[in-house]
């Protein structure tokens, strides 16, 4: 049996941002493609909006402020559910009655990628359903702590980590390191860490980047 080629894709996003939902849909779909590989999906933080409280701050004004009033955000996420359509996300924008600091959000799928990559991508894709499709507060520990509960942690030990500061200094390096990098901007899929896909592009761009990847090792 021959050993299948392994790939390491390390996405930058933040769980509340629309985009990176889609674009995490067109990368499953794009892995999908590529059963000839081990793929390895590891996240990485960033934050649209570092300044909020743990708390939130109420969707209307956090969309007043970001879009410069109803019109402007019906606009944006009217684009938004459509291509989410598109792909069998049904956003549900009117259950979002909060926007959410997303910090803590961060150090919980920092601590779930140390358990496995499996648990922590189970834990992100939780985290978009809860936030985009029922409205969840994804700031709030007890959220957090189901969410982490449904990707297989131990809720104890993430509810008891969550009133500490542990690894905040962490992430908010990380999210740093990457706005050094260049990223302005979510999601950005690195692949191989050599090649750099920004925004939520299809599957097929992708794929194309996977085999970029594997063809300049074949060069090496």
């Not at 957090?144 to 542990?166: C, F, N, P, R």
């Not at 390096?173 to 750099?196: L, S, Y």
């Amino acid at each position: 049996m021959v050993e299948k080629q392994k790939l390491e894709i390390d996405v930058i996003s933040d769980v509340m941002c629309p985009w990176c939902y889609i674009g995490k849909t067109n990368l499953d779909a794009a892995i999908a493609q590529m059963d000839n590989l081990e793929i390895e999906v590891r996240w990485r933080p960033y934050q649209l909006d570092g300044t909020l409280p743990k708390e939130g701050i109420s969707r209307s004004d956090y969309l007043n402020n970001k879009f410069g009033g109803e019109a402007g955000a019906q606009e944006v996420y009217g684009r938004i559910k459509d291509a989410g359509e598109n792909l069998g996300i049904d956003f549900n924008f009117d259950a979002m009655e909060v926007s959410p600091n997303t910090m803590d959000a961060h150090r919980v799928i920092l601590w779930a990628g140390g358990q496995s990559a499996e648990v922590q991508n189970k834990l992100v894709e939780r985290l978009f359903e809860l936030f985009f499709l029922e409205g969840g507060h994804i700031g709030l520990d007890e959220v957090l702590v189901q969410a982490a509960e449904h990707a297989g942690m131990d809720g104890q030990i993430v509810s008891d980590l969550l009133k500490t500061e542990d690894d905040k200094e962490s992430v908010a390096g990380q999210i740093e390191h990457a706005r050094q990098m260049g990223v302005t901007g979510v999601p950005c899929f690195i692949v191989d860490n050599k090649f750099a896909v920004m925004g939520a592009q299809p599957p097929e761009q992708l794929v194309a980047a996977m085999k970029q990847a594997l063809g300049e090792r074949e060069k090496e």
